[in-house]
Structures are given as C-alpha cells and as structure tokens.
C-alpha cells in the first residue's frame, strides 16, 4: 500500500507542489482501497456487523490522505529548502 500511496498520490502531489492533490487523491485512493477490503468482508461473512464495514472505510478516509499530505509536505518543503 505504501509504494502506491507514493506513486499515486504523492509523486503528482510534488511535482504539482500542492497539497490539495493529495488530499483528493489520497481520499479517492483510501476510501477505495479500504472499501475494497471491508465490503466483500460484509457481503460474504455471515453476522458481520455493517458498523465494522463502515469504520474500515473510513479509517482509508483518514489514514491515506493524512500520509500522502504528510510526506509530500515533507517533500515539497525539502526541495525548497535545497534550492535556496
């Protein structure tokens, strides 16, 4: 998940130095993959509770786009600070 979480969010992140692309792709890209896991769990799995479905999507909501905006903060402060 990790190196997809950089190729995906956070290189197009750099190279358009902006933090909002992270947060969009990185929300797009979280809420995908943690639905992809949670919701075949709730349609297969008998008396699988749908809150546990929900609260698996939504920590793809939260953990994704807080890491993707983290490290290309990171990245993109670094490459300022190595140009000056």
């Given at each position: ?19 909002k692309?992270a ?8 809420v995908?993959?943690y ?14 509770p ?14 994704v786009p807080?890491a993707a ?5 990171w990245?993109i402060n ?6 000056n």
């Open positions: 998940m990790t190196t997809v979480i950089v190729k995906l969010v956070v290189e197009p992140a750099v190279e358009a130095k902006s933090l692309v947060t969009f792709k990185g929300l797009l890209l979280g995908t993959a639905a992809t896991l949670a919701l075949p769990n709730g349609w297969s799995l008998a008396n699988y749908i809150a546990l479905e929900l609260e698996v999507t939504l920590e793809g909501v939260f953990f807080t905006v983290v490290t290309a903060w990245l670094k490459e300022i600070s190595t140009k």
